[in-house]
Structures are given as C-alpha cells and as structure tokens.
Antibody, heavy 119, light 107 residues
Framework: QEQLVESGGGVVQPGRSLRLSCAAS????????MHWVRQAPGKGLEWLAV????????DYADSVKGRITISRDNSKDTLFLQMNSLRLEDTAIYYC????????????WGQGTLVTVSS | DIQMTQSPSSVSASVGDSVTITCRAS??????LAWYQQKPGKAPKLLMY???SLQNWVPSRFRGSGSGTDFTLTISRVQPEDFATYYC?????????FGGGTKVEIK
C-alpha cells in the first residue's frame, strides 16, 4: 500500500535550519506531485508547499516563502523540506502528503515529524 | 487567497445522532473541495473529494453536498469511530487552504 514516512524533526534553536525527509513507497513516486502540510500544537492544518512530479514546478505559502525549499529525489523516492531561519511559530508537526486523484487533495499522509523551535 | 470558514468549531452528539458541518469558501471554488478526518495523535485521512465523492474506506452514512461557495458534510447515525476532527480544504487554487476544523465530540 502507499506509504509515506517522514524523518528529520527535532528540537532546534531559533534562527537555525532543519531538513526534513519523506520516504515514499507503494506507488510510483516520480508520477505524483507532493506536498508539505503542518499543524501547530492544538491548531489546524496549514499547507506549506507543493512540488510537481518531476520537480520542475514548486509553489509555497506566503507565510514561509523565502525560508523553505521543497525538493525531491525521484531516484530515491524521497521528498525533502529545507527550512531556514526557523522561528518559534514554526513549531509544528510536519506532514508530507501525496497528490491524490490528479488534483490537489492529499492522500495518503505520512505520520508526521515534530519540529520544536525553542531556545 | 481563498478563505475557508467552517462551522461549528465543535459539536456534541450522541451515537445515532445526525451531525452537519458547514464549510464556506470566500469565492467560487466549483466542486474543488475535500474533507478530511483526523483522530487524536494521527495524521488526517482523505474522506471525500470533489465535494461529494467518498473514499473507498468511508461508510455511506457520510454524505457531502454543495458547490460554488457553500458545502456541507453530513454524518447520519454517528458511530463511536466517527468522533474526530473534520477539516475542509479547497483545491481550486494556490495557496491551498483549509477550514479551521470541526471537532465532533461525544455528548
């Protein structure tokens, strides 16, 4: 079955950087656009970024544009999120998700990785 | 950006009750709407897309309706496994946006 597994979260100081990974299996990774979505503790869902199946197109939420970069390695079935200049308000669970049904809904989601920005 | 407004933010229901959740878009999104179910400590799961199309795992007591700006998720005869938080999401245009969520709680 389709599966996504995130890694790379942890505790990081404000201003530092972090790189998240998302390993995909059970589907042809190179055929699908991929997304990152986050959820602050006790809060709702916030879409962050999308990358096309071949990596040629990307788009970002304004709230993080300029501080994050989404990328992928189709040879390794892996999605990445590079986050720079981290702020306290970036503390959240970060989910990767696959584009579903050739439209921009999300299915499946990974289990999430927690990023805590704290001094 | 398209704003998605969900109501209510929470609702209490007994097993067997019917629950209705509303999602309103700030502009016309046709049927580019999805619903997700999230249980505590778990990732969201796609429940419904194109406003009315159920995922294979979703029982028929879930029903979606609406188009344009106003959408509804109805759960008929709520079961214990349905107690969760539900989010709507528009897929009409970037940035993709979610509603604030509706927590369905046990009365």
């Amino acid at each position: 079955q389709e599966q996504l597994v995130e890694s790379g979260g942890g505790v990081v100081q404000p201003g530092r950087s972090l790189r998240l990974s998302c390993a995909a299996s059970g589907f042809t990774f190179s055929s699908y656009g991929m997304h990152w979505v986050r959820q602050a503790p006790g809060k709702g869902l916030e879409w962050l970024a999308v990358i096309s199946h071949d990596g040629s197109n990307r788009d970002y939420a304004d709230s993080v544009k300029g501080r994050i970069t989404i990328s992928r390695d189709n040879s390794k079935d892996t999605l990445f999120l590079q986050m720079n200049s981290l702020r306290l308000e970036d503390t959240a669970i970060y989910y990767c998700a696959k584009t579903a049904a050739l439209s921009n809904w999300f299915d499946p989601w990974g289990q999430g990785t927690l990023v805590t920005v704290s001094s | 950006d398209i704003q998605m407004t969900q109501s209510p933010s929470s609702v209490s229901a007994s097993v067997g009750d019917s629950v209705t959740i509303t999602c309103r878009a700030s502009q016309d999104i046709s049927d580019w709407l999805a619903w997700y179910q999230q249980k505590p400590g778990k990732a969201p799961k796609l429940l419904m897309y194109y406003a009315i199309s159920l995922q294979n795992w979703v029982p028929s007591r879930f029903r979606g309706s609406g188009s344009g700006t106003d959408f509804t998720l109805t759960i008929s005869r709520v079961q214990p496994e349905d107690f969760a938080t539900y989010y709507c999401q528009q897929a009409n245009s970037f940035p993709l946006t979610f509603g604030g969520g509706t927590k369905v709680e046990i009365k």
